[in-house]
Structures are given as C-alpha cells and as structure tokens.
C-alpha cells in the first residue's frame, strides 16, 4: 500500500519535493488500521506532519479505506535499537515499548485554539474545551467530546493541552490515543512494570485520551483505564476523552465506564457547514501561504465531504499543483486537479438507484419505499429517501411523486421538509443521511 501511496503522491508533488519528504518516509507495519510509517528524523517528520499527512493520509485512505490512520514515528538512532530476536516482527510493529518516566506531552503544537475556525457546528464543544482549558478541573470533568472523522476533535484536545501548558509549564499533561493507552499497557504487563504504569497516569494534572472507543471491548484497558480515571477524579484533575460516538453508543463500552463519562460534559462537533467550511480552508491557505480566490474555497467547500481534513487535503494538493506549474489557483484548476474527488455526479444517480440503495440500507423492499403504508419503520426511510432524490438528482416534485408510486407532489414537499428538519435536530439520523449520500456518491 504505502508503495502504491508514495507512486501516486509522486504524480502530484514536485519532484524535489517528492524526494525531499516523501521518498525518504518508511514503512514499518500496520496494525489493524493504522499504518505506522517511519521518518528518518525529527525534522523531517514535523515537516511532513505539519505539510503533507493529510495529503498521504488521502491517498492511503483512497488505496485501503476512509478508516486508516497514519503513525509517523521518528527513526531510532541505530545504536539504541534494542536487539530482541525472538520477535522481530513485533518489534517492527510496536516501536513504543513501556515508557518509564516520560516527561513529553506527545501534543501537537499546531493544534491550538487559534488555528481552530469555530463555526455553528462546533460552537459548543469549542465553548466546553476552551472552559477546561482555562480552569481545569473546574465544572466539566469530564469533558467528553464527541463527533464524526476529521471535525476537528483530536484539534481541540490537543488545544486545550497546548493552552494549559503555554499557561503553565510545569503542568503535567498527556495525550494519548487510547489504542496507545493500551499498547503501554500490553507492554508494562508483559515487563511487570504495573507500577511505573499507574504512576505515570496517575500522577497527571490533565489526562488527555483520543478516540476512546477503541478501548470498548478490550476488558483489562477498560479496567486499567476506570482505575486511572477514578484516580484522577477524585484528586480533582482533569480528564478530557473524544470519540466518535456518544457513550452510550459505543458497543462493548463497560457500563461503570459509560456511567463515568456521562458525569461531565458531553458535547458534540457536527458537521461544518458550507460557511464554516470556507472559514477553514481559508485560514490553512492564509497559514500555508496559498493564495486562494473565493470561488475556489466556495467550490471546495461545496463538495460533499464534511471531513476537515479532506478538505484541508484537496487545498494542499492545489497549492501544490499551483507552485508545481507556476499558475495561480483558478476554479478552472480546481476542477482539473480535484475531478477524481470532486464529483459531480448529481447527473448520473437517478431515484431508481436512491430507492435500490436506501431500500438496502434500512433492509426493506424498494416496494414498500413506494407504498403508502405508514408504517413507522417505512415512514422515515421512505422521506429519506425522497429527500435524497430531491438532493442528488435533478427531478421535479412531481416526478419524484411518480416514482414514488404516483405520490402527490405535495406529499414530496412534505417529506423533504419533514427530512430537513429533522437533520438539524437529529443527531443519528443525520448520520444515516450522510452515510447514505456518501455510499450513493462513491
Ligand atoms: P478528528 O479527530 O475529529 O477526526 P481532527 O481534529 O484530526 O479530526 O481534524 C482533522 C483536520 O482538520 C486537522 O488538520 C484539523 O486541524 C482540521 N480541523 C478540523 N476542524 C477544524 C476547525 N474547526 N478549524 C481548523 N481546523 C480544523
Ligand atoms: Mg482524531
């Protein structure tokens, strides 16, 4: 994968470029979906992570799918390498063994408040993380933010971290994701270093844990993490988790742990709107120092994807195509360049395929989309679906109701209001939406 990646970013990067920063990046394993790449060093990895992860993630993600994650990890010197020959394999895999004192934060210094856009669909969770930040401790803990891929998340962990430290400098932080809570766990109980284990998470003043819900199911991080929490809580320090989902929706969550984390805050980031959306891409262009002309952000911003970083992706791939060919960015160029991302495939989804797809999704027959049956389980799929029409397809009122088993033209109407209203207040079922206009456009 990570060679196909490397072929495919040469087509759009320059070649020095190419050479400089990406050539050199190695790849040392996956596990699971995480794809852990190498870089020879420091410097090249925080050039690489501060240009182009997103641009690689995209494309790796574009070889394997929209879940892979990348790890960039620094290359050990040669003479510190640990010689383990029973298990090479996993050493390759698992570069982090149990850290003993650790006194890096492991936060991103781009990730702050002030290159955070806050726009309507994170106003709030923006709000909670900023009050944390200020006074820890204080009337959210915990902090639970919650919110779909690349909404900015894992940013507003990182920021309330890097806030607190530029406050306080001695101030004991740590950020991990919760895959790597549980491989430091792997490792200290396979060294029975337990105590250097619960020392070092115990003793933070902010316990800063990304993407929780992988440690549902996994039975004894659960338990090392509730004993970390219940430390943490009741010394009076802060805990601030993000995932995907909310608690109460994350399968083979432990109930005591659930309970936990519905004690504080829990707030949510939705998608960004198309306003927000240009705020976004136009604050990286201005920090990347592309000049991007209005309607090209409109443009960008219009696409379907509510994924910050696939944005911030398509605007990094334009800049690089801009001082690539010498032109400045143009709606013309942005077409060019992003035509294999930006489809504009309203033309081709016809309501048969909506009604095939969405029929599928919700395991009813396209038969029962089309009938009259009020049936609860029926009504809602069948306004989504119509509303779907409405959105991805060029037909009228009246020819979606034809289609729909000869509905009156009103009843469309109402259906796509019905649907509209409800994906402001509804949560899941705006999920559903998207997924579902996602699965159709691809
Ligand atoms: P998540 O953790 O929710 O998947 P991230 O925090 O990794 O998402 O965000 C993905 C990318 O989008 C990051 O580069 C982040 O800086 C950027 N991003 C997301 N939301 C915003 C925002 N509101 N303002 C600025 N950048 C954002
Ligand atoms: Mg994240």
């Known amino acids: 994968v990570w060679l196909q990646a490397q072929s495919n970013l040469a087509k759009v990067l320059t070649h020095q470029t190419f050479n ?40 790796v993600q574009s070889l394997t799918d929209s879940q892979t994650k990348i790890e960039l990890l620094i ?46 669909s994170n106003q709030f969770a923006h709000a909670a993380a900023q009050s944390v930040a200020n006074s820890p401790a204080g009337k959210y803990n915990p902090l639970f933010i919650y919110g779909g891929v690349g909404l900015g998340k894992t940013h507003l962990l990182n920021a309330i971290g890097n806030h607190v430290l530029s406050v306080n400098r001695k101030a004991r932080i740590c950020f991990y994701t919760s895959e790597k809570f549980m491989n430091e766990l792997i490792n200290c109980l396979r ?25 549902a199911g996994k039975e004894r991080t659960q338990e090392e993490f509730f004993h970390t929490f219940n430390s943490l809580y009741e010394s009076h320090k802060q805990i601030v988790v993000t995932s995907d989902k909310f608690p109460k929706d994350i399968p083979g969550l432990e109930e005591r742990l659930r309970s936990r984390f519905e004690w504080g805050l829990i707030a949510d980031i939705q998608a960004p709107d198309t306003e927000t959306k240009v705020a976004i891409l136009r604050k990286k ?50 077409r060019e360049v992003l035509k294999d991302i930006i489809v504009d495939k309203s033309k081709e989804i016809t309501v048969e395929m909506i009604q095939k797809f969405v029929a599928e999704h919700f395991g009813l027959k396209v038969a029962d989309l089309k009938s009259d049956k009020r049936l609860k389980a029926l009504v809602i799929p069948r306004q989504i679906a119509i509303y779907l029409c409405r959105d991805l397809t060029k037909s009228s009122y009246p020819e979606i109701g034809e289609r729909f088993g000869g509905k009156d033209h009103s009843t469309i109407i109402h259906s796509v209001k019905k649907v509209e209203k409800l994906l402001s207040q509804d949560f899941e079922l705006r999920n559903t939406v998207d997924t579902l206009r996602k699965g159709l456009l691809s």
């Not at 040669?78 to 006194?103: N, R, S, V, Y």
């Not at 060294?191 to 115990?202: G, I, L, P, S, V």
């Not at 911030?312 to 160029?333: F, P, Q």
């Open 20 to 59: 400089t920063w990406i050539e050199p990046i190695k790849y040392l394993g996956s596990k699971r979906n995480v794809l852990l790449l190498e870089a020879p060093n420091q410097f090249v990895r925080d050039r690489v992570s501060e240009s182009y992860l997103p641009m690689i993630l995209e494309s």
């Open 75 to 120: 290359a050990k010197p040669k003479l510190e390498k640990p010689k383990q020959p029973a298990a090479p394999e996993a050493a390759a895999a698992e570069p982090e063994t149990c850290a003993g004192p650790d006194h890096s934060t492991n936060l991103n210094p781009k990730y702050t408040f002030d290159t955070f856009v806050c726009g309507g």
């Open 191 to 215: 060294y029975q270093k337990m105590d250097q284990f619960r020392n070092k998470f115990r003793k933070m003043d902010i316990l800063l844990i990304d993407d929780i819900q992988f440690i």
């Open 285 to 334: 262009a201005d920090a990347d120092h592309i000049s991007l002309p209005d309607d090209v952000a409109l443009f960008l911003a219009s696409s379907s994807t509510t994924n910050v970083r696939e944005l911030e992706g398509m605007l990094i791939r334009l800049g690089a195509v801009s001082s690539l060919t010498g032109k400045n960015i143009t709606l013309d160029m942005a």
